[in-house]
């Protein structure tokens, strides 16, 4: 059974950082594409990034460009995204998801709130 | 960017009823479209992709149609469980993908 499991949500302070992680579990991580897709409170959804299966191709929305880094280590089947220069319109669960162009699988999501 | 409306933005129905939801590109997105299913508290789940291809596990009861710029998701006699929120999304322009708002099929 595929498994995503994400977790490092919480309190941000603006300008601050917070680091996501992703565990991966049920099928082959280092052959499936990886994305991060928010939902902010009572939103839509909002893809965040991509990184390819090696981890050397790597897009991201132009929200996100600059402050948020995503990663992954194939070794320990996990997805990271790094959030740098927080604000408050980063506030949203975070969702990882396996696929291409499409999104397979999702996590459960972690919330990050971002506020003074 | 390609922007997807979806419509109605909530459609009542009961169970065993048919429904019909909208996407709308704002430009060609040949078949590159997919459908996802959420309920509340719970993570979207794949429905359709390319347009027509049930993802695996979906019941046969939806399916859905178009190409180009305008698509639909049918349910074809809706159970208890359907009753959730559905979102389209485009990958015509990956790594760019976006969704639609969203569609409330809520329960008559």
């Known amino acids: 059974e595929v498994q995503l499991v994400e977790s490092g949500g919480g309190l941000g302070q603006p300008g601050g950082s917070l680091r996501l992680s992703c565990a991966a579990s049920?099928?082959?991580?280092?052959?499936?594409?990886m994305n991060w897709v928010r939902q902010a409170p009572g939103k839509g959804l909002e893809w965040v990034s991509y990184?390819?299966?090696?981890?050397?191709?790597?897009y991201y929305a132009d929200s996100v460009k600059g402050r948020f880094t995503i990663s992954r280590d194939n070794a320990k089947s996990s997805l990271y995204l790094q959030m740098n220069s927080l604000r408050a319109d980063d506030t949203a669960i975070y969702y990882c998801?396996?696929?291409?162009?499409?999104?397979?699988?999702w996590g459960q999501g972690t919330l990050v709130t971002v506020s003074s | 960017e390609i922007v997807l409306t979806q419509s109605p933005a909530t459609l009542s129905l009961s169970p065993g009823e048919r429904a019909t939801l909208s996407c709308r590109a704002s430009?060609?997105?040949?078949?590159?479209l997919a459908w996802y299913q959420q309920k509340p508290g719970q993570a979207p789940r794949l429905l359709i992709y390319?347009?027509?291809n049930r993802a695996t596990g979906i019941p046969a009861r939806f399916s859905g149609t178009g190409s180009g710029t305008d698509f639909t998701l049918t349910i074809s006699s809706l159970e208890p469980e359907d009753f959730a929120v559905y979102y389209c999304?485009?990958?015509?322009?990956?790594?760019?993908?976006?969704f639609g708002q969203g569609t409330r099929l809520e329960i008559k």
């Open positions: 990184i390819s299966t090696g981890g050397s191709t790597i």
């Open positions: 999304q485009q990958r015509s322009s990956w790594p760019l993908i976006t």
């Open positions: 049920g099928f082959t991580f280092s052959s499936y594409e």
């Open positions: 430009q060609r997105v040949s078949s590159y």
């Open positions: 998801a396996n696929g291409y162009k499409y999104l397979d699988y």
């Open positions: 390319d347009a027509s």
